[in-house]
């Protein structure tokens, strides 16, 4: 097994029976913005459906494409909803080959792998959740996770930016989570285009709009993006008072094994697999990673 975990970080370490790849088959495929498609399937024993469901909001699989390859994937869906599925931008061979598959076609999963969002340890705690484009992706699980235990939470509040209005991720979620009691959702667009009529601005300008306060006391900021919009989103957390330990996010990094073998995904002394891919801004900053 790989090195022993950094002092201020909690190790998850997968049990053997998660190793194996296992059989999924393709239900059917929804486009959400271009290049980017959500994948609907299950294992093809419904007993392996039944152990992969324990998952947590922000672990990741790792998806096999025959003859192709295979690459690490968030798990979008809350681990309370009835469907499983990844929502993946084709990007090279591997996501293409994803792209490429029909209903009825399989492929392989393995996992879930690595740590995952503590999301009852935010019991009584305000959520604020800030995504830049497909960063809302890993961010998914722990928003219908959050609503589905609404009365745990204090304020929940949605940030979400993209380039246009076409890339909106999750357009009809964000509508339904706008609608529910208690969720403020706040949308962006770098370019505005057709009859846009909302902010246009990168996604921290939404922080200091009239009538928008944010939460800096017993909160949890959780942000996913573009390292720019990171860094960006980070400054402004900060200077409104928020702790780093307060703010967390997910790390993507090169993968292979998933599971603290091969060293591909290290930064410093963590391994992103298995200590990760959710760290708080102060594990970051720790690891020499302040981006
Ligand atoms: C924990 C984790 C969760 C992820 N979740 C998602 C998700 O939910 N949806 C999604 O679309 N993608 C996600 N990714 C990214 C995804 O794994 C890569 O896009 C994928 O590995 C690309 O494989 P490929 O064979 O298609 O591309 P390749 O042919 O391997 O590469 C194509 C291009 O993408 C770049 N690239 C490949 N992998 C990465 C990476 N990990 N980081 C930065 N650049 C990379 C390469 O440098 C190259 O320019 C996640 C990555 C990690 C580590
Ligand atoms: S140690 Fe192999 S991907 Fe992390």
Known sequence: MSASAPANITRVCPTENIYL???AVLDRVLTEIPEVKTFYWRFENPVEQKAFKRFRPGQFAQVSLFGVGEFPTSLPASPTEDEVFFTVRQVGSCTSALHRLKPGDRFGVRGPYGNGFPMEEY?????VFVAGGIGLIPLRSCIVYALQHRKKYGRIQIFHGSK???E???LPNLREWEATDGVECYLTVDRPEGNWKGNVGVVGSLFTKPGVQVPVSDTVAFVCGPPVMFRYVIRDLLAMGMREQDIVSTLERYMKCGVGKCGHCCIGVAYVCVDGPV???EQIKALGEDI
Do not use: A, D, I
């Open 21 to 23: 790849p296992r059989v």
């Open 164 to 166: 246009t209005p076409r």
């Open 123 to 127: 019991y009584g705690k305000n959520l």
């Open 279 to 281: 760290f708080t801004y």
């Open 168 to 170: 909106l991720m999750y």
